[in-house]
Each structure stands twice: as structure tokens, then as C-alpha cells.
């Protein structure tokens, strides 16, 4: 088994032979080695993108809105995840983002993972008919476990969630109330015995 230092490091040097910058190609290493940590085939994704990507009509995607759309070519999924990462705190306030036709939408996931951590919000992506949630790049849940080779999508679709707890307040008020009978009530024993009040110095 290949540990997560070569697959990083294989994928950095890949990337950079294939053409892109060493600055890209850093970022693809460290997507790649998320996508294999939680099981998603990344090197499976970007071996095979990086085979074919000279014979893709690849678009780069410089400004990220809510509808990105383009007719006769599909996004690059590294170049439109770079950009979406370093924009994303400007996009926050954006209902949702559709990004129309995109080339291995797989290596896209990993910067919105990125963006869920560095925005403290989960994010919600879908590829198609595949879903997937971010959670502030610590795991991802999602309908879709296939160890497959995503060529192409018609959409992606991203939408940042706000943060709300998962129980109602009823619920936490008697969760609350229960955890009060811990709560033991200050006497001048436990004054005198806690840290740092000995009646005596030893200095």
C-alpha cells in the first residue's frame, strides 16, 4: 500500500510534468492525498485526467459566479477548484453556484473540502446525480461510493450551509438541567483544598 507522502508527492511531480505551475501542482498534491484519505479514487481521477488532458477542450474559469457556464469546451476541474478556493470567503453570500459542464469533476471536491474548513460553514456539492457534504475538511458524507472514474459532469452545484445545531433548544435545556446534578455547591472545605490555597508555604 502506498503511504499518503508518495501518493502526494507523485501526484505534485505528475501534475507539474503534465504543465501546470509547481504552485498547481502543490495544490494537487495535497487534494490528491485528501481524496485517497477518504477513500475517493483520486489517483485513479487524475491519472487518467492527466492522460487525456491535452486532447480535452479545457476553459479556465478566472472569476467565479453563481452561473458559470461555457458552450463548446469543459472547466478545468484544477484551475476552477484554485480559483474557487481562493475566492471563496468573497462568495459566502452567494445562494448557490452552478458551474455548467466541468472535465473530472472529482478533482474539483477536494478544494471545496478545503474552502469548508477555511470558511467554517459546510458546503453542499453536487455532481450530477451525486451528492456529497463537506464538513470543514474533516469527512465527507456522500451517496455515492463507487471507485470509479468521473470523466465529465453537466453541473456542478454548490451551495454553502449556515451553521445551525441539529436539536431543538427544548432538547437542550433538559440536557442542560441534567448535567446540573454534577454541579457541587462551593464550601469553605473545598476553598480551603483547592489548588493553590494551602494555608502553608513550603517556598
Known amino acids: ?18 504543465g501546470y505551475s509547481w504552485g498547481i501542482a502543490e495544490e494537487v498534491g495535497k487534494n ?10 483520486g489517483i485513479k481521477n487524475l491519472n487518467d485526467f492527466l492522460k487525456k488532458r491535452k486532447k480535452l477542450k479545457l476553459e479556465n474559469i478566472s472569476l467565479i459566479t453563481q ?9 478545468c476541474p484544477i484551475i476552477a477548484g484554485a480559483n474557487f478556493l481562493d475566492q471563496i470567503r468573497s462568495m459566502e453570500d452567494l445562494s448557490e453556484i452552478n458551474i455548467r459542464s466541468m472535465s473530472f469533476p472529482l478533482l474539483f471536491l477536494p478544494f471545496v473540502s478545503r474552502a469548508s474548513e477555511v470558511i467554517g460553514k459546510r458546503i453542499y456539492l453536487k455532481i450530477d446525480e451525486k451528492e456529497f457534504l463537506m464538513n470543514f475538511n474533516n469527512n465527507i458524507y456522500s451517496n455515492h461510493f463507487k471507485n470509479e472514474i468521473i470523466k465529465s459532469s453537466k453541473n456542478v452545484y454548490l451551495k454553502i450551509l449556515n451553521n445551525c445545531d441539529s436539536f431543538e433548544e427544548s432538547e437542550w435545556k433538559e440536557l442542560y438541567k441534567l448535567s446540573e446534578e454534577t454541579f457541587v455547591e462551593e464550601n469553605e472545605r473545598l476553598k480551603q483544598s483547592g489548588a493553590g490555597a494551602g494555608l502553608t508555604d513550603n517556598d
Not at 1 to 18: C, G, P, Y
Not at 67 to 75: A, L, P, R
Open 32 to 41: 490528491i492525498r485528501l481524496l485517497e484519505i477518504f477513500s475517493l479514487p
Open 67 to 75: 452561473v458559470n457556464e461555457t458552450k463548446d469546451s469543459e472547466y
Open 1 to 18: 500500500m502506498k503511504s499518503l507522502s508518495e501518493i502526494d508527492t507523485i501526484s505534485k511531480r505528475s501534475s507539474r510534468a503534465a
